[in-house]
C-alpha cells in the first residue's frame, strides 16, 4: 500500500519561509518523479515544483520560480520543499504527488497522492 505523508505547513507571515516534508513508502521511490501541487479555496489544483527520480532536474511554475527549491533524499524515501518569500497568494493547501513521468504538470498523470498539509500566508 503506497502512502504520501505531508508535514510541515503552517501559519506565516508575508516574506516568511516554510519547509514541507513528504514521505513515502509502499513504492520504490527513487522510480517515481515527485511533485508538489497546491489548491486555494475555489481553484483548481495547480503545479508548483517537481523532481526526478535521481534528483538530478528539476521544474517549477512560473509562480513559484526563484522563491521555492524541491530536493529529495532518496535514502529516506523522502521529498521536500523550501518555500521562501511566501505571499499571501502562497495561502492552499499543499500536495505532494508520484508519477512515472518527470515534468509533467497534469494532476490526472499523477499515481499516488498525499492527503495535503495547509500552508496560510498572512499579510
Known amino acids: 500500500q503506497v502512502q504520501l505523508v505531508e508535514s510541515g505547513g503552517g501559519l506565516v507571515q508575508d516574506g516568511g519561509s516554510l519547509r514541507l516534508s513528504c514521505a513515502a513508502s509502499?513504492?520504490?521511490?527513487?522510480?517515481?518523479?515527485m511533485a508538489w501541487f497546491r489548491q486555494a479555496p475555489g481553484k483548481e489544483r495547480e503545479f508548483v515544483a517537481a523532481i526526478n527520480g535521481r534528483g538530478d532536474l528539476t521544474y517549477y511554475a512560473d509562480s513559484v520560480k526563484g522563491r521555492f527549491t524541491i530536493s529529495r533524499a532518496n535514502a529516506k524515501n523522502t521529498v521536500y520543499l523550501q518555500m521562501s518569500s511566501l505571499k499571501p497568494e502562497d495561502t492552499a493547501v499543499y500536495y505532494c504527488a508520484a508519477a512515472t513521468t518527470f515534468r509533467t504538470v497534469r494532476p490526472g498523470n499523477y499515481k499516488y497522492w498525499g492527503q495535503g498539509t495547509q500552508v496560510t500566508v498572512s499579510s
Open positions: 509502499g513504492l520504490t521511490f527513487s522510480s517515481y518523479a
